[in-house]
């Protein structure tokens, strides 16, 4: 399979919104997965959210509950998160990646591959 890639990110103020957009076109499973990750400086990769594709069920980590919405866009094979109420600690960069299990509640990292480029989100004052 092909990277994804990746668009959107930037620098905002806290309680502010972005929105990242994750492009699929080069895959040509079934069924799958995208799930969006985050990496800060210093520490390690951690999950932020997933869905499925086929079904479009979620999984969100704790930290972005009620803050972050993931969605899928079948006409443009485009996988949306957008990020609100944005805190400096969601300061990361953002990958997306492709689940081939499609398994989303279970949303283990080394289950996915097809990493995206990254890109960076910044929140400062």
């Known amino acids: 399979q092909v990277p994804l890639v990746q668009s959107g990110g930037g620098e905002v103020q806290p309680g502010g919104s972005l929105r990242l957009s994750c492009g699929y076109s080069?895959?040509?499973?079934?069924?799958?997965?995208i799930g969006w990750f985050r990496q800060a400086p210093g520490k390690e990769r951690e999950r932020v959210s997933c869905?499925?594709?086929?079904?479009?069920?979620?999984n969100y980590a704790d930290s972005v509950k009620g803050r972050f919405i993931i969605s899928r866009d079948h006409t443009k094979n485009m996988v949306y998160l957008q990020l609100n109420s944005l805190k400096p600690e969601d300061t990361a960069v953002y990958y997306c990646a492709v689940d081939p299990w499609n398994s989303c509640p279970l949303f283990e990292e080394e289950e996915f591959e097809s990493w995206g480029q990254g890109t960076q989100v910044t929140v400062s004052s």
């Open positions: 869905i499925s594709v086929s079904d479009g069920s979620t």
């Open positions: 080069g895959i040509t499973l079934g069924q799958f997965a």
